[in-house]
Nanobody, 118 residues
């Protein structure tokens, strides 16, 4: 089992920045992936960014150039630096943990609300 604890959400004006953090504990491994999804009410959760084995990262097209995912392997923590935020970034952001053997997330955080005002 893996436990994920998120922090860093909040309210920010358009153009501002926020940094999300997610600490993993339990049966973790540096070869597994960690990342972020988000969900808007009435819509499916969508992938925002993922950090995989070897430092490989991937991003949704909508956040490329604005968001940066990073990982502190010593602390089992993943970060999402969000810059130039837009109202359409408003969502609940979920941290995920995915075993290297799987294609979809195995564990989810509780979610943290990010609200961007115009």
């Amino acid at each position: 089992q893996v436990q994920l604890v998120e922090s860093g959400g909040g309210l920010v004006q358009a153009g501002g920045s926020l940094r999300l953090s997610c600490a993993a504990s339990g049966s973790t491994s540096n070869i597994d992936a960690m990342g972020w999804y988000r969900q808007v009410p009435g819509k499916q959760r969508e992938l925002v960014a993922v950090s995989s084995r070897g430092g490989i990262t991937s991003y949704a097209d909508s956040v490329k150039g604005r968001f940066t995912i990073s990982r502190d392997y010593a602390r089992n923590t993943v970060y999402l630096q969000m810059n130039s935020l837009k109202p359409e970034d408003t969502a609940v952001y979920y941290c995920i943990y995915r075993r290297i053997t799987n294609w979809s997330p195995d564990y989810w955080g509780q979610g943290t609300q990010v609200t961007v005002s115009s």
